[in-house]
């Protein structure tokens, strides 16, 4: 199964931005979306934004207004940009893949912090 390398977490403040990247270590076929997932200590893995391969992007309401989505459809590189960043948005930012046939592919996570 093709896996997702996740890139650019740490340990930022609050009110700062960041960008994460995610790209495939094996090439995907058929990509139908592609996505950005978080999970905090204790709490369930919940969507942040998703990309469809048509260009139609889709964000929680907790980022909406602060982040952007986009993929690069040649690499299937995807980024995450956020800004105004809380402490809530601490967690673990998974990247995901899924394909016309429904197969999903994760990645293992990076971790954001936001702390002052």
């Known amino acids: 199964q093709a896996q997702l390398v996740e890139s650019g977490g740490g340990l930022v403040q609050p009110g700062d931005s960041l960008r994460l990247s995610c790209a495939p270590s094996?090439?995907?076929?058929?990509?139908?979306?592609m996505a950005w997932y978080r999970q905090a200590p204790g709490k369930q893995r919940d969507l942040v934004a998703s990309?469809?391969?048509?260009?139609?992007?889709n964000y929680a309401a907790s980022v909406r207004g602060r982040a952007t989505i986009s993929r690069d459809s040649a690499s299937n590189t995807l980024t995450l940009e956020m800004n105004g960043l809380k402490p809530e948005d601490t967690a673990v930012y998974y990247c995901?893949?899924?394909?016309?046939?429904?197969?999903?592919?994760w990645g293992q996570g990076t971790q954001v912090t936001v702390s002052s």
């Open positions: 995901m893949a899924r394909t016309h046939w429904g197969s999903d592919s």
């Open positions: 094996t090439s995907i076929f058929g990509i139908a979306l």
């Open positions: 990309i469809a391969s048509t260009g139609i992007t």
